[in-house]
Nanobody, 115 residues
Framework: QVQLVESGGGLVQPGGSLRLSCTAS????????MGWYRQAPGLQREVVAR???????NYADSVKGRFTISRDNAKNTVYLQMNSLKPEDMAVYYC?????????WGQGTQVTVSS
């Protein structure tokens, strides 16, 4: 069983930066993939970035070059550094982790990009 706790969301102006954090607790040794998804009002949830235990990363085309996902296995934490934020990045961001046959999700943190 894995619990994910997110932090770092908030209000930022276009062009600004924000860093999201997600810490996992519980049965964490078998976690392979961690990542971030987002869901904007009226849209489906989409993958933003994913990272494996070994550090292999994958990004949505819309965030490449602006967002960076990283992982500290010792701290059981995954981060999402978001730079050059755009209004279209505004969404609820959800932390994700895969463990055995189960998927785990954080509670979501709101990212608002507005002037």
């Amino acid at each position: 069983q894995v619990q994910l706790v997110e932090s770092g969301g908030g209000l930022v102006q276009p062009g600004g930066s924000l860093r999201l954090s997600c810490t996992a607790s519980g049965s964490i040794f078998s976690i392979n993939v961690m990542g971030w998804y987002r869901q904007a009002p009226g849209l489906q949830r989409e993958v933003v970035a994913r990272i494996t235990r070994g550090g292999s990363t994958n990004y949505a085309d819309s965030v490449k070059g602006r967002f960076t996902i990283s992982r500290d296995n010792a701290k059981n934490t995954v981060y999402l550094q978001m730079n050059s934020l755009k209004p279209e990045d505004m969404a609820v961001y959800y932390c994700y982790a895969s463990h055995s046959s189960s998927d785990y999700w954080g509670q979501g943190t709101q990212v608002t990009v507005s002037s």
